[in-house]
């Protein structure tokens, strides 16, 4: 199971950080990636680490204003969020799958688990 932590209301500019847990397996095992589907617009890759944390990956959307991180011992993962846009606002979700390879990352359907969305909004 992954459980997403509760997301938000920002002002455009804002900050806002999410987190995964991970229950019932070993985190360390897996690369966590986060997903966000707007209204009328498909799933799209956001982030994803791999097991070790040592291979991070953006979306070109997102880089320089998001950072994922992940602390193996407490079996989370953390996508912290700055400089928020409105563009951002979508459901939020998480998934645990292998290490990628290239933008392997991207593919959903390589992920095994998945997290319930959380809600992102940011105001104009």
């Known amino acids: 199971q992954l459980q997403a932590s509760a997301g938000g209301l920002v002002q455009t500019g804002g900050s806002l950080r999410l987190s995964c847990a991970a229950s019932g397996f070993d985190l360390d095992y897996y690369a966590i990636g986060w997903f966000r589907q707007a209204p009328g617009r498909e799933r799209e890759g956001v982030s994803c680490?791999?097991?070790?944390?040592?291979?991070?990956y953006y979306a070109d959307s997102v880089m320089g204003r998001f950072t994922i991180s992940r602390d193996n011992a407490e079996g989370t993962v953390y996508l912290q969020m700055n400089s928020l846009q409105p563009e951002d606002t979508a459901v939020y979700y998480c998934a645990a799958g292998p290490n990628p390879y290239s933008n392997s990352w991207l593919h959903s359907n390589d992920y095994d688990y998945w997290g319930q969305g959380t809600q992102v909004t940011v105001s104009s």
């Open positions: 680490i791999s097991g070790n944390g040592a291979r991070t």
